[in-house]
């Protein structure tokens, strides 16, 4: 089994900073993309940033030059530093990662969601 388990979420005031920390454990052979999603409830889940194994990046519009995504691969670990949160920014944040257990197969995994809140 592959698990995902996220940390790092809570209550800041706008304009404060959270990092969160996702980590992959388990039957892991290698893992390819990594990023965050983050949904509201009664939306669609978005992608708020993704990491390739090679380091390359990807961000949604809203966070660009507030959030950096980074991961650590000898960890199976991804991490998400957000600055200048805004109340908008308000949401559960789901880890995502696409993992091979095998040579031959990925699939996606999800974390269980952690809440983060930008409120005065």
């Known amino acids: 089994q592959v698990q995902l388990v996220e940390s790092g979420g809570g209550l800041v005031q706008p304009g404060g900073s959270l990092r969160l920390s996702c980590a992959a454990s388990g039957s892991i052979f290698s893992i390819y993309a990594m990023g965050w999603y983050r949904q509201a409830p009664g939306k669609q889940r978005e992608l708020v940033a993704a990491?390739?194994?090679?380091?390359?990046?990807n961000y949604a519009d809203s966070v660009k030059g507030r959030f950096t995504i980074s991961r650590d691969n000898a960890k199976n670990t991804v991490f998400l530093q957000m600055n200048s949160l805004k109340p908008e920014d308000t949401d559960v944040y789901y880890c995502?990662?696409?993992?091979?257990?095998?040579?031959?197969?990925?699939?996606?995994?999800w974390g269980q969601g952690t809440k983060v809140t930008a409120s005065s």
């Open positions: 990491i390739t194994s090679d380091g390359s990046t």
């Open positions: 995502n990662a696409d993992i091979g257990r095998t040579p031959w197969a990925t699939r996606d995994y």
